[in-house]
């Protein structure tokens, strides 16, 4: 049977990659973006395939009417893949709270909302799998990247809850945690703050927007990760987390390695605060 799915930020980058290989699959999908135009020629090349969708993650009303077009359209929703998000960087002390208010709302307050809105046709079913696009930057976060990392631990979160509350229900719940993908993410999905403080030069300005020289080198090839995302989620019992990418691996086992040293010195003294 073919199965039904809801891509966001389904324009660019990852979100595209979904979209091209839920169709090679033979499956349906929703591609919900704020750029239409963009999917025309996946469109094209599946026809029938993709039902595109105007939607902005930051407005419950648009999700809303979004989940019905697709449960109207198809009569049911079978994946969510919740993708769209952006970065920002900024130093702790030079966020700015109308930036980091606008950055929750997309990285993690959206993805909420249509959790939210689909859960209710996947209880029926008794079926269904949610997919959450987090980052590596959720397991070490950079100098810069301090308000983009809690959105995206937020997210995990919360996933982690979702996930024990809908197994038992037959939904499958994954979040990922991708390294870097040679998509614009640099070029047009970062944002950062219009407050510099000199004191974080050597720091948080390392990484700002004009010293990022890494778009068009990421070593991860999008359409390979999204096919692997695609892979990983059918098994009936999924890994909760799943880390994509070499360089993410690397970043994973680095952090590990650097907590247990951190750590391990005060595990007895820790055990003592017991009655």
Known sequence: MQKVWMVTGSSSGLGKSFVKAIAEQGDFVAAATRSKEALQELENLYPGQILPIKLDVTDKEQI?????????????????????????????????????????????????????????????????????????????????????GASKCALEGMSSALQKETEPLGIKVMVVEPGAFRTNFSGRSLKQTELQISDYDATAGLRRIEND????????????????????????NPPFKFILGGDAWEVYRQREQMQNEEMRPWLEKSRQTTF
């Open 64 to 148: 809303k009417r979004a989940v019905e077009t697709v449960i109207n359209t198809k009569g049911r929703i079978d994946g969510l893949i919740n993708n769209a998000g952006y970065g920002y960087r900024a130093a702790v002390e030079e966020g700015q709270e109308k930036d980091v208010d606008l950055l929750f709302q997309t990285n993690f307050f959206g993805p909420v909302s249509l959790i939210k809105e689909v859960l209710p046709y996947m209880r029926g079913m008794k079926s269904g799998s949610i997919v959450n696009i987090s980052s590596i930057a959720a397991v070490n976060t950079f100098p810069g990247s301090g308000y983009y």
């Open 213 to 236: 020289h890494s778009h068009g080198t990421q070593c991860g090839d999008p359409d390979k990760g999204a096919k692997l995302v695609l892979e990983a989620i059918q098994p009936e």
